[in-house]
């Protein structure tokens, strides 16, 4: 069972009648394309998870102070 509410938006003149233009090249209802357009909108918040913490690995502790230029260049080298 599928029910629909009737509500008011208010929408500027410019973007409502791109909204009739959109509608109409897609061959859809206004409310029919607002809709969908509110759906993607919400999938696409939905989708946003949160991911769970990279790895942490250990590298054997640091081997060079990389603000000592010359230590640096010299196991760069090496």
Known sequence: MV??????????????LEVKREAARRRQTMSELVEAALRAIMETEQRAVDLPPLPEFSGGGIRVNVANRDVLYNVMEG
């Open 3 to 16: 029910i629909h509410m009737k509500t008011t938006l208010n929408i500027s003149d410019i973007t409502m």
